[in-house]
Structure formats: structure tokens, C-alpha cells
């Protein structure tokens, strides 16, 4: 059973902060890890993936992530937030195969105040 | 980038008619998904496919859901007949193999 923990229902910051965005996850067997971020109104949008090699791994506009398999983790990490970052964003898991089902956090709603 | 399309963006229904949500996904991908969302929840897996047949459903999956792509046109999901709980956003997603998976925007379905 594959089941992911986001600990934060919602994380408030200002413009410039860092921002670290919390996942926990169980899962047996070899699984890819990624974070997505949805705007309000509209679908997912991929932000980054962790299989193998390096634990931090790097995603689009600035964010980065670290998985930890000590701790079945998978934060996502900004040093400097922009007021555009405000979204919900969705942690998965997926299995190491071709079109294999996302399993999502419960979410996280980053909202960057000025 | 790559974009998948979902026609309508709202639609509202009676109770116990049919409703199918058409989905558009990007031209080379192979695999498709619905996901089903409730306001202020999660994203949760229903169903993917490939090369014309479900490859897993979920528990959500219910026995008046059903998928398909006729002619590599569009990739549908019909339900019917439609109960209200199945008031939900609708996504369809997309990808070409690996984890990155395209999504669509949604389709608010509201079930009177």
C-alpha cells in the first residue's frame, strides 16, 4: 500500500522567505518520488522527480527537493519565494514502471504574502 | 508546453442521466489517467490506460464508469447513470512513459 503524508494542510510566508514544504511517504518497493504544484483553477503542473542518484534534485522556478530514505522523505525546499508561488502542492508516488498511477499527499496551500 | 485538453470546463447534470467528459491529451503520449478531485481534498486515482485497455482502476473506479479512446481521438469517461456523489473536478492526465505526467485543467461535473 502506498500512502503519502503532508503534514501541513496550509504554510504562510512573505515574499523572500524560504520555504520548506513537508512529505512523508511508505510505500514497498523501488517508486519514483515527485511534487507537483496546482494554481488555483487549474490542473497539475510537474514540478520534479527523484529515482535515483543524488537525493537533491532540482525543479523548475528555483525549487529543489531532498528525499531521505531514513526518513521516507521527500521535502521540497525554496530559498527565496515570489508572491506567484502561491498554489497547492501535491507530493506523489508511483511505482517504477511505465503509466503507473500517482498516489498524492493530501496537499499543501503555499500562500506568499507581500 | 505540452497540453492536454478537457471539454467542458462545467458541466451540470440530472441525477441518473449519462455524462461523458472528453479529454484531448498530448499527440505522442501513451498513457492516459482520470483523476478525481472533491473541493478542498485530495487527488485521487480512478483509472489508466494504454494501448486501448485499462491497465488498473481504483476503488473509485465504480461499475458506472467506463474509459475509452475510439480511434486515437479523444480519451473519454462516461459514467452513467451519474449519482451525486460523483460531484467532483475530473482530470485528465497524460504521459509518455516515466512520472512527469501532463494534466488538463478540469472538468467541474455537478450532479442536481
Known amino acids: 500500500t502506498q500512502t503519502v503524508s503532508q503534514s501541513d494542510a496550509h504554510v504562510t510566508v512573505f515574499e523572500g522567505d524560504s520555504v520548506e514544504l513537508r512529505c512523508n511517504y511508505s510505500?514497498?518497493?523501488?517508486?519514483?518520488l515527485s511534487w507537483y504544484i496546482q494554481h488555483h483553477g487549474h490542473g497539475l503542473q510537474f514540478l520534479l522527480k527523484?529515482?535515483?542518484?543524488?537525493?537533491v534534485v532540482q525543479g523548475v522556478n528555483g525549487f529543489e527537493a531532498e528525499f531521505s530514505k531514513s526518513d521516507s522523505s521527500f521535502h521540497l525546499r525554496k530559498a527565496s519565494v515570489h508572491w506567484s508561488d502561491s498554489a497547492v502542492y501535491f507530493c506523489a508516488v508511483s511505482a517504477n514502471n511505465a503509466g503507473a498511477k500517482l498516489t498524492f499527499g493530501g496537499g499543501t496551500r503555499l500562500t506568499v504574502r507581500p | 508546453g505540452p497540453k492536454v485538453l478537457q471539454i467542458p470546463s462545467h458541466q451540470i447534470i440530472d441525477m441518473g442521466q449519462m455524462v461523458t467528459l472528453n479529454c484531448d491529451p498530448v499527440?505522442?503520449?501513451?498513457?492516459f489517467y482520470w483523476y478525481k478531485q472533491i473541493l478542498g481534498q485530495q487527488m485521487e486515482f480512478l483509472v489508466n490506460?494504454?494501448?486501448?485497455?485499462?491497465?488498473?482502476k481504483s476503488k473509485l473506479f465504480k461499475d458506472q464508469f467506463s474509459v475509452e479512446r475510439p480511434d486515437g481521438s479523444y480519451f473519454t469517461l462516461k459514467i452513467q447513470p451519474t449519482a451525486l456523489e460523483d460531484s467532483a473536478v475530473y482530470f485528465c492526465?497524460?504521459?509518455?512513459?516515466?512520472?512527469?505526467?501532463?494534466f488538463g485543467k478540469g472538468t467541474r461535473l455537478t450532479v442536481v
Open positions: 527523484y529515482y535515483s542518484g543524488n537525493p
Open positions: 510505500y514497498g518497493g523501488s517508486i519514483y
Open positions: 490506460f494504454y494501448n486501448g485497455k485499462v491497465m488498473e
Open positions: 499527440s505522442n503520449h501513451l498513457y
Open positions: 492526465a497524460s504521459s509518455l512513459d516515466g512520472p512527469e505526467v501532463f
